[in-house]
């Protein structure tokens, strides 16, 4: 079939050969994704794509309608408009999408309805109050932190380890902060949002706002998905499910190396015992993570002034802590000690939500994920958890992890209103709806683990 710049119309046919020479790796292959029915040719700006060419590169080939939705402004309809190559023909039966359950489709036609209704009424309006209370507040654990530390962290350790532990506090309700602003829930101007999160991220905490939207944008678009979802994709620290098991075995070399046969036979085998161990050593990991992004790849939109701005603040970040840490302790011991348990306070408070959001929920192939509607994967991968006030706080909103999935940029404040809405559809259509406990969520989460630890057992015995 030749190419023209002019539009087509193509058949679900020609669309699924074109798609088809892109899994192919054919040279010279156009790379289409569909939106409300009409084709778009992104090859030329799969790299220029504001948000990361990963998560644009899931869902070449497929219906990308609800997922443009869910996450981009009005203002993307322009830029979107200069790669129009067409519209997508119904098939005999009049349906353009190759979902077959017809249950699910009415379901995300319900969904979309009120995503609209709920816009309409101002749930995706924030409250600026609410959101300076949330800076303010946050900003004040690190002054009570640091504070602490400059005060009495020359002769007290007991003033050293409650230092780290809200400064651990802080640098965990700093990452929820910057989540918010990251997925643009506060000002409708998105520049604005992006100040924040590189001040709150890269600055206050020491995360890249580039490296975390690269994978975090990736994660909403293709939730639980194996082999497109960065955040499942854990080995060979941990492993999730059958998919991530048989994938990492697979890979290994017919003769591995002394490193690769040890991990394979003796550590992940038993990762349960290890689970909580690792938790403590996220937050320096992810630091790492981020450094080495910013450095190496830069800003995510291309962006010289965006990418200055991040790397000074992550340069910045690191070279506070340092001074503070040398400067208000009196030994090298107290030193270690305020290092160690900052880290680790902020190690275990995100990773412990992080894992109660999808982890222990069903993962989905690719190729089952493209017969689902978007609204069905977001729900039935997320877990929501029931807390109290506290908890909501503690969690950073995350607890209500299905209504941010289907609205990533409602305000937190607004998702306790809308979860009954959304469970109440989700009955309607036998969409199945996780609601649990902080406690039963991370016994699911541990049982989950325990499986693929069975599992590994079982392959490390058959590949040696």
Known sequence: MSFSREPQQFTRKQFDEINQAVKDDVEGARKY??????????????????????????????????????????????????????????????????????????????????????????????????????????????????????????????????????????????????????????????????????????????????????????????????????????????????????????????????????????????????????????????????????????????SNKLNLYERGCLVFHWLLFTYCMIAWNSSIYNMLLFFLISQATTGYTLALVFALNHNGMPVISEEKAEKMEFFEIQVVTGRDVSMSALGDWFMGGLNYQIEHHVFPNMPRHNLPKVKPMVKSLCQKYNIHYHDTSFFKGTLEVLQTLDVASNMSLQLSKKAF
């Open 33 to 302: 994704i569909i939106i409300d029915s009409k084709l778009y040719d992104v090859t030329e700006f799969v790299e220029d794509h504001p948000g990361g060419e990963a998560v644009l590169l899931t869902h070449v080939g497929k219906d990308a309608s609800d997922v443009f939705h869910a996450m981009h402004p009005d203002t993307a309809y322009e830029i979107l408009a200069n790669y129009y190559a067409g519209d997508l023909l119904p098939d005999n039966d009049g349906k353009t999408s190759i979902v077959e359950d017809d249950n699910s489709m009415k379901f995300a036609s319900e969904m979309r309805e009120l995503r609209d209704k709920l816009k309409n009424e101002g749930y995706f309006h924030s409250s600026k109050l609410f959101y300076v209370y949330k800076v303010l507040s946050t900003l004040a654990l690190c002054v009570a932190g640091l504070g602490l530390l400059y005060a009495y962290g020359r002769t007290s350790t007991l003033a050293v380890v409650t230092s780290a532990l809200i400064i651990g506090i802080f640098w965990q309700q700093c990452g929820w902060l910057a989540h918010d602003f990251g997925h643009h829930q506060c000002f409708e101007d998105r520049s604005m949002n992006d100040v924040l999160v590189v001040f709150l991220g890269n600055f206050c905490q020491g995360f890249s706002l580039s490296w975390w939207k690269n994978k975090h944008n990736t994660h909403h678009a293709s939730t639980n998905v194996h082999g497109q979802d960065p955040d499942i994709d854990t080995a060979p620290v941990l492993l999730w499910d059958e998919y991530a098991s048989a994938a990492y075995y697979g890979s290994l070399d017919e003769e591995p190396n002394m490193l690769s046969r040890f991990i394979a036979q003796s550590v992940l085998p038993y990762q349960t015992r290890y689970y909580f161990f690792v938790l403590g050593f996220a937050r320096i990991s992810w630091a790492i993570q981020s450094l080495i992004y910013s450095f190496n790849e830069g800003a995510i939109n291309k």
